[in-house]
C-alpha cells in the first residue's frame, strides 16, 4: 500500500476475499443464457459471450509470464536486477486479478450500453490501423505525462509508490497500482477502443489483439531478465523509440525519475528523460551468463497439485504451505496437462534461488511425483535423473548437492551411496542431511521425557535416533517385534537395555515415520505429542493431539530472496535435509554424508545454531496448523 493512502486505493470488492468473482457472475449469465437460449437471432451475439474467454485467457497470459519469469531468475541468466523478492512483495502483489475483473465489468457494461458495439466483425483493417495509431500518439504521450505527474510527491505518496515498493520486479508487478490509478489508465487505454466503435471500424480482433498486446508489453517490461535481443536494434534502428526492454523498465524501478514512457520511450527522447545506461544496461544483461550456485537442493514433485505450489507456479499457494484446496477438483484438466508435460520433459529443472551470506543457494527439481518413487519399473528413470543431476552439479564446480525428500530413499539409492560407488571421483559432497534431521528431533523431544514410542517405517535416521536416546537412557519402546528386531540388531547391548517391546499406549510423546496408521494414532492417549522423523508428515487423526512439524528449522533473516514455502513448511522455515547442506558448505566439511555414514549430532546442531538456525516451537507449529 501507498506510503499515504490516498481516496480510491482500495479495490470495491476487497473485503470479498476470493468470492470477488461473483461479481462477474450476473454479466457472465447474461450473456450465456442470451446466446445459447434466445430465440431472437439479434440477441444472439458472439460478442458479448466472448469476453469471458478473453478475460480468461488474459489470465493465463499472465500466469504464463509469471511462471517464465520465475524460472529465468533462478536460473540466473539475462538477469537485470540482483535485489531479493521476499514474501511482502508476494503479499502486496496477490491481488494482480483485480485489474482483470476491474476490465471485464467495463467490457460487460460497455457492451450493454453502447449499441455500436454489438454484433461487431471478426476482422476491420481501418479499425487495427487507428487503434495503433491512437495508441501511439494520444495513449502514449497522455500515459507519459501522466505518469510523470505520479511521480509528484503529493500523487507519489498516496498512490504510486505502492507499484514502486518493488524493485526486483516481476510481471504481475505491472498491475500492482491503487484502484484509483487504474481508473486513469483504462481511461487512457480506452480512448482508441471507443473511438473505433463510435466510428464504427471496431472488431473482435482488433479488440482482442490491442488488450493482448497491453498485456504482453506490461508483462514483458516487468520482467526481471532481459530477452529482446540487441540485433533487433541493430537492424532497424527507429525501433527503439517505438518498443522499451526489461532493462530499459526496470531502471525507472531502480532510478524513478528516468524511463517514464509507457511501452515506446520516443517520449523520453524527446523531453530528456531517458536514463542514459539503458543500451549499457541491456547489452550488460544480455551478456550475463547463468548463475552456478555454492549449493544445490535436489527435491522433487510431491502430489499432482503440488505443481500449483511450487514457485514456478502460482504465486499466491506457493507462498503459502502446501494444503488440499477444494478447487483443484475444477482444475483437473491443468492439473492431468502438467503431469504429461513433466512425464515428456524427464528433465531437472531449476525451481528457486537463495543466497545465504555469500553463499549462492539453488533448488533443483526432479519431475517425478511421490507415487512414482513406489514404482519399481520407475526407479531406474529416477535414479538417471539423480545420477545425472549429481553429475551436472560436480561439472559446473557446485560444491555440495543435498538430497531431498525420496531422492535418498534407501531402496532407491542407498542414501545416495549408490552414486559414490559409481562415480568415486566426485568432487561434489553428495549430503543425505540425516545428521541434522536427527539431531532436530532429538532437540524436539520435550525435556524431562523418559520414554517415548518409535513408530513407523525404520530408516537410516530412525535407527540413529534410537541409538541416541538409549545411550541417553530414554527408554524407546517399539509396537512391533519386527521393529524391535531390527532395532535391537543395530544398537549396542548396552544401549539395547533401554529397547523394549511394549503392548501399551500409555506413552505421550511418539516419534513416527511412514507407516503410522490411523488405527494407531487412536490408540495413543488424549494430548499426545506426534513428532515426525521421516520427510512427510503423517495423517492427521486426532484434533485432541499434537502434530509437529516434520525436521525442519526456522531460517535467519539473512537467508535472501525467501518468496515461497517448502511444501508443507510455514514460511520461512527449512527442511532439515536442506540445511544440511547449506551447513556443509559454510562449515567447509570435505566427506559425503551418504550409505550409513553419520556426522557427530552434537557438532551439527552446534553448527547450525551459530549460523542463525532456530529450532521450531510446538507453538509456531500449531499456529501454522490453524492457520491452515
Not at 470488492?13 to 430465440?39: D, E, I, Q
Request: net charge positive; proline share 5%.
Amino acid at each position: 500500500m501507498a506510503s499515504k493512502p490516498g481516496i480510491l486505493t482500495e479495490w470495491p470488492w476487497t473485503r470479498l476475499g476470493n468470492f470477488k468473482y461473483l461479481v462477474l457472475a450476473p454479466f457472465v449469465c447474461h450473456s450465456t443464457y442470451t446466446y445459447f437460449m434466445s430465440k431472437d437471432e439479434r440477441q444472439r451475439d458472439i460478442v458479448y459471450i466472448i469476453i469471458l474467454p478473453l478475460l480468461l485467457s488474459r489470465i493465463i497470459h499472465n500466469q504464463i509470464w509469471i511462471s517464465l519469469s520465475r524460472y529465468r531468475t533462478a536460473k540466473g541468466n539475462n538477469r537485470i536486477v540482483d535485489k531479493s523478492i521476499e514474501f511482502d512483495q508476494v503479499d502486496r502483489e496477490s491481488n494482480w486479478d483485480d485489474q482483470i475483473i476491474f476490465n471485464g465489468l467495463l467490457y460487460y457494461v460497455g457492451y450493454l450500453m453502447l449499441e455500436q458495439a454489438h454484433h461487431m466483425p471478426v476482422w476491420r483493417t481501418d479499425g487495427i490501423i487507428i487503434i495503433g495509431l491512437l495508441h501511439s500518439g494520444p495513449v502514449e504521450f497522455l500515459y507519459y505525462w501522466l505518469h510523470r505527474a505520479l511521480h509528484h510527491h503529493f500523487l507519489y505518496s498516496r498512490y504510486h509508490s505502492h507499484h514502486h515498493s518493488s524493485i526486483a520486479t516481476e510481471p504481475i508487478t505491472s498491475v500492482i497500482h491503487p484502484f484509483a490509478e487504474h481508473l486513469s489508465y483504462f481511461t487512457l487505454f480506452s480512448i482508441p477502443m471507443f473511438t473505433t466503435v463510435l466510428t464504427g471500424t471496431a472488431s473482435i480482433a482488433s479488440f482482442g489483439a490491442y488488450v493482448t498486446y497491453i498485456d504482453f508489453m506490461n508483462n514483458m517490461g516487468h520482467c526481471n531478465f532481459e530477452l529482446i535481443p540487441k540485433w533487433i536494434f541493430s537492424i532497424f534502428p527507429p525501433l527503439k523509440y517505438f518498443m522499451y526492454t526489461p532493462s530499459y523498465h526496470s531502471l525507472h524501478h531502480t532510478q524513478f525519475r528516468t524511463n517514464y514512457s509507457l511501452f515506446m520511450p520516443m517520449y523520453d527522447y524527446i523531453y530528456d528523460t531517458l536514463d542514459k545506461s539503458s543500451d549499457t544496461l541491456h547489452e550488460k544483461s544480455l551478456k550475463r551468463e547463468a548463475e552456478v550456485p555454492d549449493v544445490v537442493h535436489l527435491t522433487h514433485l510431491t502430489t499432482p497439485e503440488s505443481i500449483y505450489h511450487l514457485r514456478l507456479g502460482f504465486a499466491s499457494l506457493a507462498s503459502n504451505p502446501h494444503t488440499s484446496r477444494w478447487y483443484f477438483w475444477l482444475m483437473w484438466p491443468v492439473t492431468l496437462w502438467s503431469i504429461m508435460i513433466t512425464w515428456i520433459y524427464g528433465r531437472t529443472f531449476v525451481v528457486e534461488r537463495n543466497m545465504f551470506k555469500n553463499i549462492k543457494l539453488q533448488t533443483w527439481a526432479i519431475p517425478k511425483y511421490r507415487v512414482q518413487y513406489f514404482m519399481k519399473w520407475q526407479r531406474e528413470t529416477i535414479n538417471n535423473l539423480i545420477e545425472e543431476s549429481i553429475m551436472e552439479a560436480d561439472q559446473k564446480g557446485i560444491k555440495v548437492l543435498s538430497l531431498g525428500l525420496l531422492n535418498q530413499a534407501k531402496k532407491l539409492n542407498s542414501n545416495g551411496e549408490l552414486y559414490l560407488k559409481k562415480h568415486p571421483q566426485l568432487k561434489v559432497k553428495v549430503v543425505d542431511g540425516s545428521s541434522l534431521a536427527v539431531a532436530v528431533v532429538l532437540n524436539t523431544i520435550p525435556k524431562g521425557t523418559s520414554h517415548v514410542v518409535l513408530r513407523g517405517r525404520l530408516s537410516k535416521v530412525a535407527y540413529s535416533i534410537a541409538l541416541a536416546l538409549c545411550q541417553r537412557g530414554i527408554q524407546v519402546a517399539t509396537l512391533h517385534e519386527e521393529e524391535y528386531k531390527r532395532l535391537n540388531a543395530k544398537l549396542t547391548r548396552e544401549a539395547a537395555t533401554n529397547l523394549v517391546r511394549s503392548k501399551s499406549y500409555v506413552s505421550k510423546t511418539w516419534l513416527v515415520g511412514d507407516g503410522l496408521s490411523e488405527d494407531e494414532q487412536l490408540k495413543a492417549p488424549k494430548g499426545t505429542l506426534f513428532i515426525p522423523y521421516s520427510q512427510f508428515p503423517p495423517r492427521k487423526a486426532r484434533k485432541d493431539c499434537f502434530y509437529f512439524n516434520t525436521p525442519a528449522m526456522i531460517t535467519p533473516k539473512h537467508l535472501e530472496n525467501v518468496d515461497s514455502c517448502e511444501n508443507w513448511h510455514p514460511r520461512r522455515v527449512m527442511s532439515a535435509w536442506r540445511i544440511a547442506g547449506i551447513l556443509h558448505a559454510l562449515e567447509g566439511w570435505n566427506e559425503n554424508e551418504c550409505g550409513d555414514m553419520m556426522f557427530d549430532i552434537d557438532k551439527v546442531w552446534k553448527a547450525s545454531a551459530d549460523h542463525g538456525f532456530r529450532p521450531l516451537t510446538l507453538v509456531t507449529t500449531t499456529t501454522d496448523q490453524s492457520k491452515n
